[in-house]
């Protein structure tokens, strides 16, 4: 959260009977003056993964949260070398500690949605549905309550085809990390590119891996058994002008 952000208590409740909509929202509190109430922060071992031996302290408080107009969860942390921080979860059944811990996560979930979108290109899907009707930018929604159930049930299709995408991406992200750890020397091996911050001591990251694999792929459809199948899917879709090792892979015997 921003230092000036802020966040509501719970309206009293009305005294008598009153017109309109009971009031939602009661006083107004910014977030970064609960840190003036340190001596009632309680101390605990940090829950953050790569933190050993290290001591925080926190509170938490239920208040509404005026952009998501509902009651969340807040957590105020001061880390003795990171600093202070506010966090802000919805489910309001988890401990504080248990926040603490999954926002560690959150750093290594961004690294690994940036592999996942410049390395694999799980996001990168192009599914155009040619009798959607196309609007201006700015003319608001398609309405599609008020088409028919075929046109309606095309949507859904290509939302379908979507998500599918996407997990296709997760799991070819998932078994280049697999091959990062399972098989970091060979991986290094064929690597074949140059790169400064190179340590093959360590499990190399999907782009290496990807790296690699391309590398390794005309010796893969060459010399495997198992690629047999591969040929007769790549004979249809690659040029044999146009692949420079067409000859390895025989894909004109394979068509």
């Known amino acids: 959260m921003r230092s000036n952000a802020v966040a509501h208590f719970p309206a009293p409740a009305p005294k008598g009977k009153r017109r309109g909509r009971p009031p939602r929202y009661g006083h107004k509190t910014k977030l970064d003056d609960w840190f003036r109430y340190e001596r009632d922060f309680t101390t605990a071992p940090s829950p953050v993964y790569d933190d050993s031996g290290v001591t925080l302290r926190y509170y938490s408080f239920d208040l509404f949260w005026r952009k998501l107009g509902r009651l969340v969860r807040f957590v105020w942390v001061i880390h003795p070398s990171r600093g202070r921080i506010v966090l802000l979860t919805t489910d309001t059944t988890l401990e504080p500690l248990d926040i603490i811990r999954l926002y560690g996560w959150r750093f290594k979930i961004d690294v690994g949605f940036k592999q996942a979108i410049h390395t694999v290109g799980a996001y990168a899907y192009h599914f155009w549905m040619q009798d959607m009707k196309p609007i201006r930018r700015g003319d608001g929604s398609q309405y599609p309550h008020r088409r028919p159930e075929k046109y309606r049930e095309a949507i859904r299709r290509k939302l379908a085809a979507y998500e599918r995408h996407i997990q296709l991406g997760l799991i070819a992200q998932g078994l280049l990390q697999y091959l990062a750890l399972r098989f970091r020397r060979v991986v290094w091996f064929n690597f074949n590119t140059y790169i400064r911050t190179a340590q093959p001591q360590k499990p190399p990251s999907e782009w290496v891996v990807s790296h690699a694999l391309r590398h390794t792929w005309p010796q893969f459809l060459a ?26 892979l025989q894909l004109e015997e394979a068509a």
């Open 223 to 248: 010399a495997s058994p198992e690629a047999a199948t591969l040929k007769i899917f790549l004979a249809s879709k690659i040029s044999p002008a146009r692949c420079g090792y067409a000859h390895i």
